[in-house]
């Protein structure tokens, strides 16, 4: 009983769903089979900017919140980083639907092997559970992109899994379509033995900066840190606040950059420039005064277009 309460009520082996296998569909009366597996209607765009990464305090991940189907915009506020478990959390890049599925699956899985075993599942074993959960359905039309990371055992831990059951470990994923310009910020400014500081700040900016070239990422930054104690949610702010803000302290890689003086303003050579103004159009205000060898060259060059004199 203790069991069922957990992974919530099961429905008897008759009346539970099962999806249909790769030769299994069932087919409505009237059509060809070669029909349904084929696209209905036109394809629409989707796209995200979600990363994460492994360092010494721990696993960040971050990801934009902007929900997007083609052109529309179906939701600006979505969460797209989902705890797992109290030592572990995911991205989500993909299909919304999907996505949220196969997650409270892993999610009921996960808090079934802890009650079996007695202790936290590793990162390793979620992620490959995860993996060998979406490889039997694979063709089948998932979308599934994940970055899987967490603290266990033997320290921070990074996995990505994907919908036809790649599994692959690594220090840093980025997911989605604003994933290109995500990695070029991370490339430049990740270090493992970064400050905690310095890891928030990159993982902003990266999602920023993809958020600002990749129409379909934006919204808000939503920003969660796993550390050995459990995962925490640090902030939510707005991707273009940070594109535009000022930069941030600790971040890395970057310098500060001097200032770029003005451009002296100086009034163009003519009789206003001279104190002989006929027509009324003085110096600019402000403007500095020129320097004697130019004006003598101004003047000289006046001079000179009149030609001799008889």
Same mark, same amino acid.
């Given at each position: 009983?203790?069991?069922?309460?957990?992974?919530?009520?099961?429905?008897?082996?008759?009346?539970?769903?099962?999806?249909?296998?790769?030769?299994?569909?069932?087919?409505?009366?009237?059509?060809?089979?070669? /029909?349904?597996?084929?696209?209905?209607?036109?394809?629409?765009?989707?796209? &995200?900017?979600?990363?994460?990464?492994?360092?010494?305090?721990?696993?960040?991940?971050?990801?934009?919140?902007? %929900?997007?189907?083609?052109?529309?915009?179906?939701?600006?506020?979505?969460?797209?980083?989902?705890?797992?478990?109290?030592?572990?959390?995911?991205?989500?890049?993909?299909? %919304?639907?999907?996505?949220? &599925?196969? $997650?409270?699956?892993?999610?009921?899985?996960?808090?079934?092997?802890?009650?079996?075993?007695?202790?936290?599942?590793?990162?390793?074993?979620?992620?490959?559970?995860?993996?060998?959960?979406?490889?039997? $359905?694979?063709?089948?039309?998932?979308?599934?992109? &994940?970055?899987?990371? !967490?603290?266990?055992?033997?320290?921070?831990?990074?996995?990505?899994?994907?919908?036809?059951?790649?599994?692959?470990?690594?220090?840093?994923?980025?997911?989605?379509?604003?994933?290109?310009?995500?990695?070029?910020?991370?490339?430049?400014?990740?270090?493992? #033995?970064?400050?905690?500081?310095?890891? $928030?700040?990159?993982?902003?900016?990266?999602? /920023?900066?993809?958020?600002?070239?990749?129409?379909?990422?934006?919204?808000?930054? #939503?920003?969660?840190?796993?550390?050995?104690?459990?995962?925490?949610?640090?902030?939510?702010?707005?991707?273009?606040?940070?594109?535009?803000?000022?930069?941030?302290?600790?971040?890395?890689?970057?310098?500060?950059?001097?200032?770029?003086?003005?451009?002296?303003?100086?009034?163009?050579?003519?009789?206003?420039?001279?104190?002989?103004?006929?027509?009324?159009?003085?110096?600019?205000?402000?403007?500095?005064?020129?320097?004697? !060898?130019?004006?003598?060259?101004?003047?000289?060059?006046?001079?000179?277009?009149?030609?001799?004199?008889?």
């Amino acid at each position: 009983m203790a069991l069922e309460s957990v992974c919530s009520w099961r429905a008897p082996e008759g009346l539970r769903p099962r999806l249909p296998g790769a030769g299994d569909w069932a087919l409505p009366g009237g059509r060809a089979p070669r /029909a349904l597996p084929q696209p209905q209607g036109p394809a629409l765009a989707h796209g &995200t900017t979600t990363l994460a990464f492994r360092f010494r305090h721990g696993v960040i991940a971050a990801a934009d919140t902007r %929900s997007s189907c083609g052109s529309y915009v179906a939701c600006p506020a979505s969460q797209k980083v989902i705890p797992v478990h109290r030592h572990l959390v995911g991205t989500t890049s993909g299909t %919304s639907a999907d996505c949220a &599925t196969w $997650y409270r699956i892993l999610q009921r899985e996960l808090r079934l092997r802890a009650l079996r075993e007695g202790r936290l599942p590793s990162v390793a074993g979620a992620a490959k559970l995860l993996a060998a959960m979406l490889f039997r $359905y694979r063709g089948l039309g998932l979308c599934v992109a &994940t970055a899987l990371g !967490g603290w266990d055992q033997a320290g921070p831990a990074l996995f990505y899994v994907y919908s036809d059951g790649t599994l692959l470990a690594g220090d840093v994923f980025s997911a989605g379509s604003g994933s290109p310009y995500a990695y070029g910020v991370l490339d430049r400014g990740y270090r493992y #033995d970064m400050t905690v500081q310095e890891a $928030y700040c990159l993982a902003r900016r990266a999602v /920023a900066h993809a958020a600002r070239r990749d129409a379909y990422s934006g919204g808000s930054v #939503d920003l969660y840190h796993v550390k050995e104690s459990g995962w925490e949610r640090v902030s939510r702010e707005d991707a273009c606040a940070l594109y535009a803000g000022p930069q941030e302290a600790g971040d890395p890689g970057e310098e500060a950059a001097a200032p770029t003086p003005e451009p002296a303003l100086l009034s163009p050579p003519g009789p206003g420039a001279h104190g002989s103004n006929r027509r009324g159009a003085g110096a600019l205000p402000g403007a500095r005064k020129p320097e004697r !060898g130019w004006e003598e060259r101004a003047v000289w060059g006046r001079h000179a277009d009149r030609g001799p004199r008889e």
